[in-house]
């Protein structure tokens, strides 16, 4: 490292940046904290992964891909993280902030990241046809995250673009990234651990989402977490208009200038809305006179046809569908991209 840690960790920033010599710890052994070693042994830098327990066939891995595996009790920091001095802690959602690994990191200097925030700075590894890194549709909130991302993803995939899934519950973010096929888009689901983590990120690791979306907050949320995934948001911040919660998230973001908020119900939309007009999903968002026009997206009886009509998952097509429009796919690409999910 650097003289000045925090210098040296900022410019790690890049797939192409300089990670050798850099000493990580990541915490846990599941497929998320295996991707996360599996990337970092590949940039060249020093891991020590560590768990209580490891399943065989990734503990097995472990060292194939070049990096070291301890297995110990995580109820204190165990004498190998010690003896190791990471310059960086990344830790999966299963691992609060507070944990005492987590908090002595920060005591002695090491940086805390999540699996997230490293997707975020490596996810230039492989470009568009532009040069330019997939960009982040990103997905909270305490229900219908999974059919909400994979809808999207359907979308601008039927939209003419290549895209895909991934994040908690559905892909690791890094393997997503690191997938040689390389993608247009990727539709990001985090959990409100991962956002937890994020949070405190520096800007070098903090995602800028084209647009973000929390479906909503159950009781006892962590509200501050889930708000995070409007942070940066460049184009849409989707919310749902019924949810006083979600409202004041919006509100206060710190968005990029010139982000919009776009409002998702169930009846009829305002301008700057997603809706329900007479069993009809309309768009008044993303159409070119918002005040006196809208764009048809489906109809609860094509919804009906797929599964979909159910109150949640016409909400959870319309949150998909503004995320879409956001990314610029037409309202011919949304409707195919519906005809084409299967849930």
């Known amino acids: 490292m650097s003289a000045d840690p925090a210098v040296r960790l900022d410019a790690l920033s890049s797939w192409h940046a300089d990670?050798?010599?850099?000493?990580?710890?990541?915490?846990?052994?599941?497929?998320?904290?295996?991707?996360?070693?599996?990337?970092?042994?590949?940039?060249?830098?020093?891991?020590?992964?560590?768990?209580?327990?490891a399943p065989d066939d990734l503990a097995r891995l472990v060292p194939v891909v070049g990096a070291r595996l301890e297995q110990a009790a995580l109820d204190d920091v165990p004498d190998a993280v010690r003896?190791?001095?990471?310059?960086?802690?990344?830790?999966?959602?299963?691992?609060?902030?507070?944990?005492?690994?987590?908090?002595?990191?920060?005591?002695?200097?090491?940086a805390v990241w999540g699996d997230a925030e490293l997707a975020w700075r490596v996810r230039d590894k492989i470009a568009r046809a532009d040069g330019t890194p997939a960009e982040w549709l990103v997905v909270?909130?305490?229900?219908?995250?999974?059919?909400?991302?994979?809808?999207?993803?359907?979308?601008?995939?039927?939209?003419g673009l290549r895209a895909a899934p991934c994040g908690s519950g559905v892909v690791p973010i890094l393997d997503a990234v690191r997938d040689p096929a390389g993608f247009d888009a990727l539709v990001v689901e985090l959990s409100e651990g991962q956002l937890r983590h994020l949070r405190a990120a520096r800007d070098a690791g903090a995602p800028v989402p084209l647009a973000s979306t929390c479906l909503g907050a159950a009781d006892g949320a962590d509200h501050d977490a889930?708000?995070?995934?409007?942070r940066h948001t460049v184009t849409a911040c989707v919310y749902n208009r019924t949810d006083s919660a979600t409202m004041r998230m919006v509100e206060d973001a710190d968005v990029t200038d010139g982000a919009r908020a776009i409002g998702v119900g169930l009846d009829t939309p305002g301008p700057s809305d997603l809706g329900v007009v007479d069993g009809i999903l309309a768009d008044r968002a993303f159409v070119e006179n918002r005040r006196t026009s809208a764009a048809e997206l489906s109809t609860i009886a094509d919804l009906d046809a797929r599964g979909l009509a159910a109150p949640h998952h016409v909400f959870d097509v319309l949150v998909a569908a503004a995320l879409a429009r956001a990314a610029g796919i037409e309202p011919?690409?949304?409707?195919?991209?519906?005809?084409?999910?299967?849930?």
Do not use: C
Request: no cysteine; proline share 3%.
């Open 83 to 110: 003896e190791f001095a990471p310059d960086v802690v990344v830790a999966t959602d299963a691992f609060a902030p507070t944990h005492p690994i987590l908090a002595w990191a920060e005591t002695n200097g090491a």
């Open 19 to 53: 990670w050798t010599g850099l000493k990580v710890v990541v915490l846990g052994l599941d497929a998320v904290a295996f991707s996360v070693v599996d990337t970092l042994a590949e940039l060249g830098s020093s891991v020590l992964a560590v768990a209580e327990q």
């Open 140 to 159: 909270a909130g305490s229900v219908g995250k999974t059919t909400t991302v994979a809808l999207a993803a359907t979308m601008l995939v039927a939209g």
């Open 226 to 230: 889930l708000g995070t995934v409007y």
């Open 332 to 343: 011919a690409s949304v409707a195919a991209g519906i005809d084409r999910f299967e849930l």
